[in-house]
Nanobody, 133 residues
Framework: QVQLVQSGGGLVQAGGSLRLSCAASERTFSSYVMGWFRQAPGKEREFVAAINESGGSTSAADSVTGRFTISRDNAKDTVYLQMNSLKPEDTAVYYC??????????????????????????WGQGTQVTVSS
């Protein structure tokens, strides 16, 4: 059982930046793809970004591309989400998640699979991000 503990988040003005962190409890962290999702009040959980096991491949939603960056440090069992140029519509509870990918896959499979919440077996506790206008 992998436990994911999130930190970061909070209140920021539009145009500002925040960094979210998600630390895993096990050394098997490097064997999982890591994703970030968010859920705003009254809306479904939506994909934000994901990064493969080695950190060599990433995928991000169109709404955050160019503003958010996902990264990971396997030595620290931690994944990060750097959020810049924040907008009020980024306000949501953000969740990190960990899941397995098959041993071999292509780029098209990766970008499709990592956007599905069903891929992920483990979820963080969630952290609130509020962007004021």
């Amino acid at each position: 059982q992998v436990q994911l503990v999130q930190s970061g988040g909070g209140l920021v003005q539009a145009g500002g930046s925040l960094r979210l962190s998600c630390a895993a409890s096990e050394r098997t962290f490097s064997s999982y793809v890591m994703g970030w999702f968010r859920q705003a009040p009254g809306k479904e959980r939506e994909f934000v970004a994901a990064i493969n096991e080695s950190g060599g491949s990433t995928s991000a939603a169109d709404s955050v591309t160019g503003r958010f960056t996902i990264s990971r440090d396997n030595a620290k069992d931690t994944v990060y989400l750097q959020m810049n140029s924040l907008k009020p519509e980024d306000t949501a509870v953000y969740y990190c998640a960990a899941g397995p990918l098959p041993p071999f896959y292509g780029p098209s499979y990766f970008s499709t699979a990592v956007a599905r919440p069903s891929l992920y077996h483990y979820w963080g506790q969630g952290t609130q991000v509020t962007v004021s206008s």
